[in-house]
């Protein structure tokens, strides 16, 4: 067991019987005379589902489990940093915890480009997740963390997906398109002939309305849906680029300083929450494709082989150009490897 995660968890200890609670009575007694808060900024602005089925969730769970001894404040997208901020102040411990997508820290730590997903790897989300909390891969992450004072648990995992205002029938098809995009995702989908841009969110309807781009990917489904892209995008193209995480970061002196029985409580609780969040995450993407096929006249679409071969061709590029930083990075790029070789995808 980690130093981040060691205490003894005085409520579960409570229902093993008198014996057995003696030392963890006293650990839950001292700790009682001290409330604990901490701040979090989140990279989810108030409105988004993420947001209210997730951080709220946490805090409120977290507060019933504790008997109001551990709360979370909870701030939204730029109310103390946004983005790539958020980093920052969380290891510099202005905020005790926050949310943030890997991306936001590529240059911190090696391994982030690995937790953020390389498009083309894994198919479905219990792939990922095995990947991270069994095979030893969120180790790796933390490890690159620890150099600035900051620990990770995974959020969720959730799928991406792309939607188009054109059918897609052939690699010449896709390569007339234009498309919004980020991150790794700029040259997965540049190796197949389109071109990309960066556009942000507030945008992003307007732009695939005045045929700016024509296509877009904001998450899957659900984000298809919470900003209305299908209105305007009515191909929904599968399979699944790829799978990527959030993530929630905290501040290291910040879990060490909290009694024993608070630490272990708050671990036990990510760690739940992140099995439950990505079971729900996947069944609400079903939910959202539904209402689309039945209310927004979608169609959902298969890319085409050719387009499919050059997309494995720039998911090999890119998890190269991962294993070649260096370090963790090539060691999770070697873990990721051999994972995708037992399941015959290489």
Same mark, same amino acid.
């Given at each position: ?49 993420s947001f209210g089925d997730s951080l709220m969730i946490i805090a409120e769970e977290l507060k ?60 479905? &989300?219990?792939?990922? @997740?095995?990947? !991270?909390?069994?095979? %030893?891969?969120?180790?790796? #992450?933390? =490890?690159?963390?620890? +150099? ?23 690699? &010449?098809?896709?390569? @007339?398109?234009? !498309?919004?995009?980020? %991150?790794?995702?700029?040259? #997965?989908? =540049?190796?197949?002939? +389109? ?152």
């Amino acid at each position: 067991m980690t130093k981040t995660t060691q205490g003894i968890n005085r409520r579960h200890a409570l229902a093993g019987g008198a014996a057995a609670v003696a030392a963890p009575f006293m650990i839950g007694k001292a700790a009682a005379a001290t409330k604990v808060t901490w701040k979090v900024q989140s990279h989810w602005p108030k409105a988004s589902s993420s947001f209210g089925d997730s951080l709220m969730i946490i805090a409120e769970e977290l507060k019933k489990n504790t008997d109001g001894q551990f709360e979370l404040q909870l701030f939204g997208a730029g109310e103390f940093a946004k983005g790539r901020e958020i980093f920052n102040i969380v290891r510099r411990g202005v905020v005790e915890m926050g949310t943030i997508s890997p991306g936001y820290i590529l240059g911190e730590a090696p391994t982030a480009g690995i937790a953020l997903g390389v498009p083309g790897t894994f198919r479905e &989300a219990w792939e990922f @997740s095995h990947f !991270l909390k069994n095979m %030893g891969f969120e180790d790796l #992450f933390n =490890e690159d963390l620890a +150099a600035h004072g900051v620990v990770s648990r995974a959020e969720k995992i959730y799928p991406t997906e792309l939607v188009v205002s054109k059918p897609i029938n052939s690699l &010449a098809d896709f390569s @007339s398109l234009k !498309l919004r995009s980020s %991150g790794s995702y700029l040259k #997965f989908l =540049e190796a197949a002939g +389109a071109s990309t841009q960066n556009i942000a969110g507030p945008e992003l309807y307007s732009s695939l309305a005045s045929g700016v781009v024509d296509g877009a990917h904001w998450g899957a489904a659900q984000g298809a849906l919470s900003m209305s892209l299908w209105e305007v995008a009515k191909y929904h193209m599968k399979p699944t680029m790829g799978l990527a995480v959030d993530t929630l970061i905290m501040n290291q002196k910040a879990i060490d300083d909290l009694p024993a029985d608070l630490r272990s409580e708050f671990f036990n609780l990510l760690d739940m929450r992140f099995w439950k969040r990505t079971a729900e995450y996947q069944y609400k993407e079903k939910l959202a494709l539904t209402k689309g096929l039945k209310e927004q006249n979608i169609t959902i679409a298969q890319f085409p082989p050719d387009v499919l071969e050059k997309f494995s061709e720039a998911s090999s590029a890119i998890l190269a150009e991962e294993s070649a930083k260096g370090g963790n990075a090539t060691k999770a790029a070697d873990l990721l490897v051999s994972f995708l070789k037992g399941m015959g995808y290489v």
